[in-house]
C-alpha cells in the first residue's frame, strides 16, 4: 500500500472508530435515560418489527390515601426477543448488542408482543428473583407460565420517578414455587425516594397473573 493510501485507510479508520464510539456512547446515554428504540430485525429474508418494545410510561400511585402518583419509564431488553446461542444456530440468527451474542427467537419475539399489555399500571404482587423481581403470567398456550423478569431504578430524567428494564422475559419450565415478594407500587414508591428495599424473610406462593 503506498503512503497516501496508507494515510487515508488510516484516517478511513480512525472515523469509523470515532464513529463506533460516538454510537456506543449514544446506545449508553439512551439505555441509561429508557429512550432504547430497537431496529426491525432480518432474518433469511424476513423482517421482524421490534417496534412494540418502544420504551413507555405507566403511572402507579399507592394506596395509601393521599400518595402521589408516580410515572415509570418502561423499556425493554433483547433477551426479550433472544435466546443463549446453541451448537448449530446459523450464523444469520445471531444477534449481537454491545457484545452479547445471542440467538433471534421467534417464539420469544411472538410472545414479547404482548408485554406492553401486561405490564400496566396494574400489576400488584412481584416476587425478589436475586438482584431482580420477576412477574409470572399464565398465558393461553403456555404450558409454563411466562416470566418477566426486571430491575427498577430511580430515574435520572426529570420527567419519570423510576426506570422499569425488563431484561428477560420468557416461557420458563422450571421456577420456584415460593418467594419474598413485594406490592409493585410499594417497590415505586420506595425507589422513587431513595429508599433502602428489604427483602422480608417470609417467602409466599407466586401467584400466576392470568391473561
Known amino acids: 500500500m503506498h503512503g497516501s493510501g496508507l494515510v487515508t485507510w488510516f484516517l478511513d479508520c480512525q472515523d469509523t472508530i470515532v464513529v463506533r464510539l460516538a454510537q456506543e456512547c449514544y446506545l449508553r446515554v439512551l439505555v441509561e435515560r429508557g429512550v432504547m428504540y430497537w431496529p426491525k430485525v432480518t432474518i433469511d429474508g424476513t423482517e421482524y418489527d421490534l417496534s412494540h418494545l418502544d420504551p413507555y410510561s ?15 419509564g418502561v423499556s425493554f431488553g433483547c433477551h426479550t426477543f433472544t435466546r443463549e446461542r446453541q451448537d448449530g444456530d446459523p450464523i444469520s440468527h445471531h444477534f449481537e448488542h454491545r457484545g452479547d451474542v445471542r440467538t433471534f427467537c421467534p417464539k420469544r419475539y411472538e410472545l414479547s408482543k404482548l408485554l406492553p399489555e401486561l405490564i400496566g399500571n396494574q400489576i400488584g404482587r412481584v416476587y425478589f428473583s436475586h438482584d431482580s423481581y420477576l412477574i409470572a403470567y399464565a398465558l393461553d398456550g403456555l404450558a409454563y407460565p411466562y416470566v418477566v423478569v426486571f430491575k427498577m431504578s430511580k430515574a435520572k430524567i426529570p420527567d419519570l420517578d423510576t426506570r422499569m428494564f425488563v431484561t428477560t422475559a420468557h416461557e420458563k419450565s422450571s421456577m420456584a414455587s415460593k418467594s419474598p415478594a413485594i406490592t409493585f407500587a410499594t417497590l415505586v414508591d420506595s425507589t422513587a425516594k431513595g429508599r433502602r428495599i428489604t427483602q422480608p424473610r417470609e417467602r409466599r406462593s407466586i401467584t400466576l397473573i392470568k391473561k
Open 58 to 72: 405507566i403511572e402507579v400511585s399507592p394506596a395509601a390515601p393521599d400518595a402521589p402518583t408516580f410515572k415509570v
